[in-house]
Structures are given as C-alpha cells and as structure tokens.
C-alpha cells in the first residue's frame, strides 16, 4: 500500500507509480499496428511519469498557508492520475485473439446488440475523450458513459469494465481521421474475458 502524500515529509519517501507492460500489444493486433500501440504506450508512459513528477512538485511546495502553486498542481494531479488509470483500463482490454462476452456480463446486460448499439452511438460524441462501460455498485447499473479530459464525467464509486480511448492518437497514425473504422476495429479486439474478470470482480 502506498502512503498517501499528505503523510509524507519529502519527496524522497514518495513511492512512484511504475508503468505497466502490455505484452500482449508488442505485435499489434487485428486492425492496431504495433507501430501505433508502440507511439501510444510511450504517450501512456508520459502520464505516469507526469503523475509521479506532479506528487513530488506538491509535496515540495505545501507551505502551512495553502498557496496558488499548490492548488494547481492538485488541480492537475487528477488530470494526469486518470490519464494514466484510463490508459491501463484501455491496454488491458484490448486482445490479439477474438473472445466472447462472458456468461455474467450477458445475462446482466439482457439485451448485447441493443447494448453494443449504445455503446457505438455514445463513441459518436464529438471531439476528444472516452467512452466506458460502468458499473454502479449502488444501484447495481450498468451505464455507458462519456468522459471528457480523463477527469470529467466520472461517475463516483462506479467500477470500469470496458474503456475506449478516442483521443486522435489512439488511431490517426492507423486511421488518419476516419475514427469509424478505427472503433470498427477496437470492438472486434476487445478482450472480453478481462471484462468479464472485471465485472465478476466488482459484484465480489
């Protein structure tokens, strides 16, 4: 367990986040090359980077008045922290081999074509950002959501089972701006045994 920054006197006790390997990703897969998945894990390994670089700034600056420098770099931390979760959620549930929806995750969607329809049309959002598949713990919900600048949209407490990354360098160096065949193509990768172990997880 990391301790929490707030607890730490310098910013040598900090513990950094190490960035993740996604073997699986080294060849590409169907419809990614391994050229762009390469570009876009060195982008992935920036925001761990900024994410570690951001805690050791604040922890350099907390003075016992709470000062503007601060505030922004707090500010910023959940920018950076989120790209960096929603990078790892997108990696992992991407897959070289085709799979199927688990058994859990169909009979709790009832409906996998209306659901996957739904899905397509929130990745039909204008501009940047993400779509995810959640899961509300507290009304027991699954919802497709929108996600903006990694930090906006999230929905509190809601467990992630499926991430798309609509970002224009998820796909340009693949696709150019044609991003339709490019979520043609991620919905044909998606790993569904992961999302599967996802939602098993959060039901406990």
Request: with cysteine.
């Amino acid at each position: 367990m990391k301790i929490a920054p707030w607890v730490l006197k310098t910013a040598a006790e900090l513990e950094p986040f190490v960035a993740k390997t996604f073997p699986h990703l080294s060849n590409g897969i169907p419809g990614l090359s391994s050229a762009m998945l390469k570009d876009h894990l060195k982008l992935y390994e920036g925001y761990v980077k900024n994410t570690n670089s951001t805690l050791e700034s604040f922890l350099k600056v907390i003075q016992p008045s709470f000062s503007p420098a601060e505030h922004e770099l707090r500010r910023r931390l959940g920018w950076e922290f989120a790209g960096m979760r929603l990078h790892e959620y997108y990696f992992e549930n991407l897959s070289a081999k085709e799979t199927t929806p688990g058994k859990e995750f169909v009979t709790a969607v009832t409906d996998l074509r209306a659901w996957e329809e739904d899905f397509r049309r929130m990745t039909e959002t204008r501009g940047i950002g993400w779509v995810a598949l959640v899961y509300d713990k507290s009304s027991k919900m699954l919802l497709n959501i929108w996600i903006n600048e990694h930090n906006e949209g999230h929905i509190p407490g809601a467990e992630y089972l499926l991430v798309i990354d609509l970002f224009e360098h998820a796909y340009t160096k693949d696709y150019g701006i044609n991003r339709e065949e490019y979520k043609d193509a991620f919905m044909k990768a998606i790993d569904w045994d992961v999302v599967e172990e996802r939602f098993k997880r959060c039901r406990g």
